[in-house]
Structure formats: C-alpha cells, structure tokens
C-alpha cells in the first residue's frame, strides 16, 4: 500500500469486489469506488496507484483552476484581467478556458464564469486578485469571447472568471481518463455532487445513484440507474449566505449578477461528460421553475429538479432512467409507499451525490 492512502472498505460479489477511497479534494468529499478481479488482492492490480493518480489530477486541476488558492494559476491569470498584458499558460487551464468559450456560446450565455465579481460583491470571497476587488465583465454587451489568444498561445482575460464547477467537471473527465488508461473500467469516482459511473457494479446492471433531497433529508427523493455516463447537481443547499437583509447563493447569473433560479433547489443532469453535465446542471437552474422544462426539453437533456417546495420534475429522458421516487415507490405495486430503513443499503449501496 503507499504511503498515506487509507484502508479500503471492500464490498464482494461473485468473483469480483467494489474498493472504496474517501479523501477531499476542491473543497468537496472525494470518492472513488472501484471494482477488481475478487480472487486476486487489490494491491496486485495497483488500487492503490489509482486511487493516487486520481487524487493527483484533482490536485493539478486545483493548482491550475482554483480561486481560493493565492498563487494558483487562474488567480495569478485574473490578476492581470482587463490588462493587455499576454500570459503563457499550462495546457490544463488552457483547456479549461476553451470549454468556458464553448460553454457561452452553446447556452447562449446562461453559462458564463465571468460572474467573480459579483461572487465577491455578494460575500463569497476567494483569493484577493486586487486592491480594489476583481474587474466587472460588461453586462452592456453580452457575449464576447472569455479568453483571447495571442499568435504564440498566450492568453489574456478581459474579464476575470470563476472555474469552480466546470473545473470539477474537467477534474473529473481527467480521473476518469486516468483510471481507464490504468486498465479499469468499472468505477465510480464523485466529487461532491458530480460524478461519472463507468462499467458495471459487482452485482451487474447500472450503477444505482440517489438524488439528494435538498431540504436536508437522509433519504434520497428518487434514484437513476447510470452506467458509461456523467452525473453532476447544481445545488443551493451547502453553499448560501445572508448578504445584509437577503439570503444568497453562489449560483450567479450572468445576465443580472445576481443569483438565479427562482423556485429552485437542485437541479441534476446526466450525460456523457461530467463538464458538460455541469454546465447543463448550472444552465438549467439558472433558468428557474418556470423556464427549466422547456429548455431541458428543447436539448433533450435527462434532467431532474427540485422546486422550491420540495417537489420532484423530470423530463421524459430523465424518466427512462429513473428507477424509484419517494413519492412513487419501487414498482406498481409499491407506488406511494417510502423506502424503509431497510431497504437503504440494499437499493443505494454506492453513492447519494450531494450538489454543490
């Protein structure tokens, strides 16, 4: 075993066996579970190695990406934000930035990072980029290219940007990449609220992953069967604040730089890219209860949301992989009764995602 790496908790089925990793990592719980040959111990086929390498990606990603970290590379970047000065950056961060410019322009702007400033304006402080506070992005004409590039592929910023979500997203498609390069394809790695669900469980079948009740409740309020697909939450739970005589989260909408989503709690998406399912997920909230159906539908998207009292929507290809809802039981002749206790372990042994 490496140094520094915890014991796994190990789960069995058949000739093959679920190893479990719990760390943090982006400022959320970092978990991998991953599946190996049962009859052969786990250190022959490297877990441990895995489970190091994924935490190793989600460390790069947050030295390239993370605002909170004073000498990372985004706020060194938005430091310079607004200036003409051109800076070199790694391919990581480069990648990243690109995604945020394909982002804007496919959600015609409802995904936008350049929110810093009203982030900090609200109270939700990261690094210090200035004297006087971040630079402002220009709501007067919205659109724009987020980064630019030079001839030589420096970048510069004209305004300064917020890569939390879609930065765990990447973080995510890169472990995942990882530990399929390292031979292993049936796991599950999640990050606070995102994930991505890859091959199959010991017992067969899909990967079965609750839906958390925003309100705070143990029991999840519905579950999805996922299998070679990314699940991410767009969620007001953890992260909201009073800001003077008002309650605010950090769900900004760039049209307004205010928060968003009226009537909404959570919102989750399921796709192939954990990335793009968190844009998606981000996207969709920021729309609020009364224009989230029509536009998930319009993309097809299955998605799941919680309105602002309690209840639980879904489009028509959220439905197909929806296995239970609290309100409709398991089955026919189930409908309406809520899971019992007992049947907690039994119907989510992997993971109750919770959204950031």
Do not use: Y
């Not at 066996?17 to 970092?30: D, H, I, N, V």
């Not at 890169?174 to 990050?191: D, I, K, M, Q, S």
């Not at 007001?236 to 928060?259: M, N």
């Amino acid at each position: 075993m490496t140094a520094g790496l915890p014991a796994p908790t190990a789960a069995r089925a058949a000739d093959r066996q679920l190893l479990r990793f719990a760390a943090r990592a982006m400022g959320s719980p970092l978990r991998l579970a991953i599946v190996v040959p049962g009859r052969q111990p786990w250190e022959v086929v490297d877990v441990a190695g895995a489970w190091a390498a994924v935490r190793d990606e989600f460390e790069a990603s947050e030295e390239a990406m993370s605002r909170f970290r004073d000498a990372s590379e985004i706020t060194l970047l938005n430091r310079r934000a607004g200036s003409d000065e051109p800076t070199a950056v790694s391919r990581r961060l480069s990648r990243a930035l690109q995604a945020c410019d394909r982002a804007q322009r496919l959600t015609g702007g409802r995904f936008d990072p350049r929110v810093l400033a009203d982030l900090e304006r609200l109270g939700d402080h990261g690094a210090r980029i200035g004297q006087e506070g971040p630079v402002e992005a220009d709501r007067s004409s919205p659109g724009g290219r987020i980064v630019e590039r030079d001839a030589g592929g420096q970048v510069r910023l004209p305004a300064p940007v917020d890569l939390g979500g879609i930065g765990k997203g990447l973080a995510l498609r890169w472990a995942a990449t990882t530990l399929r390069r390292r031979g292993f394809e049936a796991f599950l790695v999640e990050a606070g609220g995102d994930l991505v669900a890859s091959g199959a469980p010991p017992e067969g079948g899909p990967w079965r992953i609750g839906i958390e009740d925003p309100a705070g409740e143990a029991e999840p309020l519905a579950a999805i069967a996922s299998r070679d697909e990314a699940v991410a939450t767009s969620s007001v739970r953890r992260r909201h604040w009073s800001a003077g005589d008002r309650t605010v989260h950090h769900l900004v909408d760039p049209r307004t730089g205010e928060p968003g989503g009226a009537g909404l709690l959570a919102v989750t998406v399921a796709g192939l890219d954990p990335a793009w399912s968190e844009v998606w997920s981000k996207t969709l909230f920021l729309e609020g209860q009364a224009g989230i159906a029509g536009l998930a539908r319009r993309r097809g998207l299955a998605a799941w949301w919680v309105a602002d009292d309690g209840s639980l929507e879904m489009t028509a290809a959220g439905r197909l992989r929806t296995i239970w809802t609290a309100d409709e039981g398991r089955g026919p002749d189930q409908r309406g009764r809520r899971r019992s206790a007992g049947d907690r372990v039994a119907d989510f042994p992997v993971a109750v995602p919770m959204g950031d």
